[in-house]
């Protein structure tokens, strides 16, 4: 997957409940992954699909 270094959450992210997501980029795609679970799966997105779902949020 990503090296370690290349994950990062939010800086609005608290992290005092742990209930966090960290993503990384990966070129072509990004990946999003439980930060609680870093061993765990990580759900890769084409960049134009995260763009998106970033957009609807907003």
């Known amino acids: 997957m990503a ?3 290349a994950w990062f ?3 609005y992210s608290s ?3 742990g209930n966090c997501v960290e ?3 990966l070129d072509t ?3 999003v992954r439980d930060s609680k679970r870093k ?3 990580a759900l890769r997105l084409p ?3 995260f763009s ?3 957009d609807s949020l907003k």
């Open 23 to 25: 993503v990384a980029d």
């Open 15 to 17: 992290g005092a409940e």
């Open 3 to 5: 090296p370690e270094s």
């Open 39 to 41: 061993d765990g799966p």
């Open 9 to 11: 959450k939010s800086s």
């Open 47 to 49: 960049r134009t699909a």
């Open 52 to 54: 998106n779902f970033i």
């Open 29 to 31: 795609q990004i990946a």
